[in-house]
């Protein structure tokens, strides 16, 4: 029997295949002919990573998916290289490439990163190259200033509505990790970023927004996995499976929602466990339930928003209006709930949901619409076109 939301053997055997093939060296010949055939001008960009994290990775995964498509309709191209391999790039190299992009996992020293990109940029720079860095991470933040000052075009997942806030200097990583350290006593002197930010304004317009991790792999073939129209029929009225472990920290901004969930038992039907389950179990508590609180993570955004969305469930989130991304599913009482981020609000919010169906459903369905259409082939190269000309590539 097929498990609620996961492929068959031979499904997943076909979409590694498929993953494999977009991403080799066929894949690049297939889409550099494709180019060749477009209407627009033929382009080559080269794509350098070290692929230090498979969250920030999957970042380049609609530009492998819709590889060829994208070359047909802009008549841009793509070659795939290592750092590693980079080490040794030498001007002839890149030669005949219209732009390079370069992607480091937030572990990278401040030091090495500046150095990496004063070798490869530079070398861009001589041939004319635009230089885009890539940054795939959870949260909003940018590190390494100077790769950005030596950079034309800086793109993120999501960003700040403000690129004012870019400026400020935060405790820990980003506005996630400075919200914990203020508000419950979170400390970051022995962490690996203990502070970031004051980013200078003149560098700010750099920054662009790219696409969000709702076009990564697993929720694109999560999509084809559930049905289309969820079930009617809902078993709880709020689900929450958020919890992580004491010592992370994340774990204060979770377990407020949990408490919240928790305080609302003898009004509505809540499940809102701290123990982990399969998948399948998972996606099937999703599937049999009309609302799911969805707290920050690492990042605003995680693959909860998504998964909750493609269920059917009415999602419930931390006010997400400091956030820019796309696609855009985090408009207030149209594609989802905002609530305080300490949780004070949350029966508030919820119980006029919980007693008109209609109304929650509307919100869910108009949710799970607009994430299958930003899932679409023509979605990504429209978003795809148009920030690459924000960056000067096309």
Request: with cysteine; net charge negative; charged share 25%.
């Amino acid at each position: 029997m097929t498990k609620t939301g996961i492929p068959s053997d031979l499904l997943r055997k076909r979409r590694q295949a498929e993953g494999y093939l977009a991403g080799s060296k066929a894949g690049e010949g297939i889409a550099r002919l494709s180019a060749r055939f477009s209407a627009q001008p033929t382009r080559h960009m080269l794509l350098i990573s070290d692929g230090g994290a498979y969250t920030s990775e999957e970042q380049f995964a609609p530009l492998r998916r819709f590889r060829r498509q994208i070359a047909s309709a802009t008549g841009l191209h793509f070659s795939f290289m290592s750092v590693a391999d980079a080490a040794d790039l030498t001007r002839t190299d890149l030669e005949g490439y219209h732009a390079v992009g370069l992607k480091l996992v937030f572990r990278t020293p401040a030091e090495e990163a500046g150095a990496l990109a004063r070798h490869i940029f530079g070398l861009a720079r001589e041939v004319g190259a635009r230089a885009v860095v890539f940054d795939g991470d959870d949260d909003q933040s940018v590190l390494w200033n100077e790769v950005i000052a030596l950079s034309d075009a800086y793109i993120k997942k999501h960003h700040y509505s403000d690129l004012a806030m870019y400026g400020q200097k935060m405790v820990g990583k980003s506005n996630l990790t400075d919200y914990a350290s203020r508000v419950y006593g979170v400390s970051f002197e022995d962490n690996i970023i203990p502070h970031s930010g004051e980013l200078a304004e003149s560098e700010r317009h750099k920054i662009l927004l790219g696409w969000s991790i709702a076009l990564d792999d697993k929720i694109f073939y999560l999509a084809q996995d559930l049905p289309e129209d969820p079930p009617e029929a809902r078993a709880f009225d709020i689900l929450c499976r958020a919890s992580v472990p004491e010592h992370f920290w994340t774990f204060e901004m979770r377990d407020a929602a949990v408490q919240a969930i928790d305080a609302l038992a003898d009004r509505f039907r809540v499940h809102a466990p701290t123990d982990r389950v399969p998948p399948s179990e998972y996606y099937g508590e999703m599937l049999r339930s009309r609302i799911c609180v969805s707290p920050y993570g690492y990042g605003e955004l995680c693959w909860r928003d998504f998964e909750a969305i493609l269920c059917g469930c009415l999602l419930i989130k931390p006010d997400m209006s400091h956030v820019t991304t796309a696609p855009d599913l985090f408009v207030p009482g149209e594609t989802y709930l905002p609530v305080a981020w300490d949780y004070s609000d949350l029966e508030e919010v919820v119980t006029p949901y919980l007693a008109d169906e209609s109304a929650r459903r509307r919100i869910a369905d108009t949710a799970r619409q607009r994430l299958r259409e930003a899932l679409s082939e023509d979605w990504f190269i429209a978003r795809f076109q148009k920030v690459m000309g924000q960056a000067g590539v096309l």
